[in-house]
């Protein structure tokens, strides 16, 4: 069984703010495989980012521990930091604001490269440089490496801010919104050239993005996790969590995409409603499950009693009380499922 | 009524530039010819940078400092039946035209609201700067105010005392949109009205656009890179490439039969949410630079299926499908009968020149 490369366990992120204080992220408890891909999802601000930021080490979460290959973080040797720095690269939301405008493509890839000692000279080098540019389709290399970033088309910017990810050898890449700026012609190129790299170099990805047709596409053969409020509400394999949501936000998140499909645009109006559009500030939480307030299945007296623990339901694991119900299930055992076999696959999501 | 064949607004080779230098110059739009009818909503689609918010500023004669119609005509319908030409009309008549006949949500313009202005003001600002200023009193730009925002359901007495900044990237747009229909112009230009909002908050848009649509009857065009938007939204679709509309048609024709291989290939594009997940391949490279535009049929550098001749003349849109109302599908391609969204019609692009055709 393939060991987890990324571990987050029990995660929390509370800031100290004015207004008080905010639990960005409530608690949470994933993992992420060797070459698979787990997609996180949700609206602005339910803690993707931050989430993300502890997990490749630029935050020091408040609560709960981020595992490298089994070693915990924030109790690393400076050895043992280094090569976390090198293996897990963060890739920002921002492909304008990652670049400096004053170093040229080479300059760029190497800096890491020449930090790392990973090459010897500077023919290797831009070698080196070249190579990568050759995996991200910036070809022929020759005809990159000299130029700055503003002689560079937004989509060829962000797949030198890959590059430059991609020239450490990661082992994992966690992507924030990375192709949420990019027209739909790049994207789709852009995010086969990421698969390439999942499945040919073995890299396993937390991948961020609030587009559930993004999520789908890329984490088809891995597991989505749905965020609302800094909590994990639904999580399990692509297929299951996108093909038959569960969960009353994955359900409402879900019918509201608009496909190109007009006919389809036409007989999809009765949209189920939510009771309310505004989500709630993380400063004054609603009491019980947090998305009481605007779910359409609310059960008053159960749904804002207490809050729903994220358990086995239906293949997947899932917080919402009035679903598990109806699946039969009474007791409310918190921990994790067993979710894997011997070879890595998902097999047994419900208890 | 109205005859059926007169249009609100008649677009005729419409030509937009912007200087980039003492002497120099870059055509935006060219060539544009649109008949829009009263009721219908026009979506305007295509990659960043092929010119929508250019052409769609130019309908309103709202284009930048720098940005200039070169040439063209624009003929709007008023609401009193009479004609005019947004072209030949002086200040003053623009000042008058724009907001009550026509009116804009500018791109991004959630963030542009001017931060240290309560909404209130906003609507205030609006309806004396566009109608008669004695009318606006106080109490009346409160009334008018608080009923434009129960129609896009908000509360009127939070909103107006509000400042943008206390506001929802979502409220923030359906009050833009309110205010943008204040004095009910028969035409209403939308520059990416859900970019950059929250899945159910553009869902939630969505559906107040469709229900102001049908209480108030304007028109509509609306720009957006998304095309399950203008699914969802549009009766007519028009793909717009490096400045031009290379092909136009009703919703149906153009998602379901496109006839330009560029279409056709942002539709296959697309990834899906419900369903299968099929194997999805780009468009390849990358649209030109308006200072080195391609000779001839302006895509041909990434087109899977062009020829020689594709390269020698400009393509001009050709009638596929004559249909009533400005919704004929028309589609500028020498091989538009080669183009189909099934695979092995050469719609679906390989991928594997990615990269090739990128000098721009
Ligand atoms: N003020 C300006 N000066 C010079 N060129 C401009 C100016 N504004 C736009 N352009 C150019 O005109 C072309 C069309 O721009 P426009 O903003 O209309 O594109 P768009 O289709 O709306 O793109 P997006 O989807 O990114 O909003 C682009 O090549 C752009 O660089
Ligand atoms: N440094 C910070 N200080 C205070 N609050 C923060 C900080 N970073 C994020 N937050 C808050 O935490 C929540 C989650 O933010 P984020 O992780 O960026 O969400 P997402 O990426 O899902 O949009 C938001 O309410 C945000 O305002
Ligand atoms: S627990 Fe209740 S309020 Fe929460 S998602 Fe389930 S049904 Fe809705
Ligand atoms: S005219 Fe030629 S190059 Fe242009 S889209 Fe048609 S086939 Fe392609
Ligand atoms: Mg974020
Ligand atoms: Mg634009």
């Known amino acids: 069984m393939p060991d987890p490369i990324l571990q987050l366990s029990g995660l929390e992120q509370v800031f100290d703010t004015k207004k008080g204080k905010v639990p960005a992220v409530g608690g949470i408890d994933l993992d992420v495989e060797p070459g698979k891909v787990l997609c996180l999802v949700g609206e602005s601000g339910c803690g993707k980012t931050t989430t993300a930021r502890a997990a490749a080490g630029l935050t020091r979460p408040t609560a709960g521990r981020v595992a490298f290959r089994g070693k915990t973080v924030a109790q690393m040797d400076a050895a043992e930091r280094f090569t976390y720095r090198r293996a897990v690269q963060y890739i920002h939301q921002d492909p304008y604001a990652a670049l400096n405008p004053t170093r040229t493509v080479y300059s760029t890839l190497t800096a890491g490269l020449r930090r790392h000692r990973l090459v010897k000279s500077k023919g290797e080098a831009r070698e080196r440089a070249a190579d990568i540019l050759r995996l991200v389709d910036l070809t022929p290399p020759a005809s990159y490496l000299d130029s700055y970033p503003h002689q560079l088309s937004g989509g060829q910017r962000q797949r030198v801010n890959i590059a430059r990810s991609l020239a450490m050898n990661p082992e994992l890449l966690i992507c924030d919104e990375s192709t949420s700026m990019l027209d739909v012609s790049i994207r789709v190129s852009l995010l086969n050239t990421l698969g390439r790299l999942r499945d040919e170099l073995n890299v396993g990805f937390l991948f961020i993005t609030h587009d559930l047709a993004v999520a789908k596409y890329f984490a088809w053969d891995g597991e989505i996790a749905v965020m609302y409020l800094g909590k994990v509400v639904e999580h399990g394999p692509t297929p299951q969590v996108i093909g038959d949501p569960q969960h009353p936000y994955t359900k409402a998140l879900i019918g509201a995409v608009c496909e190109p499909d007009p006919d389809l645009a036409r007989s999809n109006r009765a949209v189920s409603t939510l009771r309310s559009a505004e989500i709630p500030s993380l400063t004054d939480l609603p009491s019980g499950c947090t998305f009481h307030p605007r779910c359409p299945a609310f059960e008053g007296g159960l749904c804002d009693a207490d809050a729903p623990p994220l358990q086995p339901v239906g293949g997947r694991r899932l917080a919402c009380h009035v679903v598990a119900r109806d699946h039969g299930r009474t007791d409310r055992g918190h921990g994790r499922p067993a979710r894997r076999d011997g070879g890595g696959q998902v097999t047994t999501w419900s208890a | ?360």
């Open chain 2, 1 to 360: 009524m109205r005859p059926v064949n007169d249009p609100i607004l008649s677009v005729r080779d419409l030509e937009i530039a912007y200087r980039t230098g003492r002497k120099e110059s870059v055509t935006a739009v060219s060539g544009v010819d649109l008949d829009l009818y009263q009721g219908q909503s026009l979506a305007l689609v295509g990659e960043s940078g092929c010119g929508k918010t250019t052409l769609g500023l130019g309908l309103l004669r709202l284009l930048p400092k720098l940005g200039r119609i070169t040439s063209g005509t624009l003929l709007y319908r008023l609401k009193d039946g009479s004609h005019a030409d947004l072209l030949g009309m002086g200040k003053e008549e623009l000042r008058r035209f724009r907001w009550n006949q026509a009116a804009m949500v500018f791109q991004g313009a959630m963030n542009a609201f001017n931060p240290v202005a309560r909404i209130f003001d906003h609507f205030a600002d609006t309806l004396r700067d566009h109608a008669d200023r004695k009318r606006w009193t106080k109490r009346a730009v409160e009334r008018k105010a608080g009923e434009l925002l129960e129609t896009v359901r908000l509360d009127p007495d939070r909103v107006l005392p509000s400042y943008p900044h206390e506001l929802s990237g979502g409220m923030k747009q359906r009050a833009l949109i309110a205010l943008a229909i204040a004095l009910d112009p028969q035409v209403l230009v939308l520059d990416e009205p859900t970019t950059a909002l929250d899945l159910l908050t553009q869902r939630q848009i969505v559906q107040q656009l469709h229900e102001l649509r049908g209480k108030f009857g304007f028109t509509m065009v609306f720009i957006t890179h998304d095309l399950g938007l203008a699914a969802e939204l549009a009766d007519r679709v028009a793909t717009m490439y490096a400045g031009r509309i290379i092909e136009t048609g009703s919703a149906r024709d153009i998602f379901y039969s496109p006839k330009h291989p560029y279409t056709a290939g942002l539709i296959n594009a697309v990834m899906p949410v419900h369903g299968d997940r099929p194997a999805l391949e780009s468009v390849p490279g990358y649209p030109p630079s308006l200072k080195a535009m391609p000779p001839g049929c302006a895509f041909h550098p990434r087109c899977a299926l062009a020829t020689e001749e594709c390269k020698l003349a400009p393509v001009a849109l050709d009638v596929l499908a004559e249909r009533p109302e400005g919704m004929t599908h028309a589609a500028a391609c020498l091989h538009h009968d080669r183009v189909g969204l099934d695979g092995g019609t050469g719609a679906r692009l390989p991928s594997s020149t990615e990269g090739e055709a990128t000098n721009a």
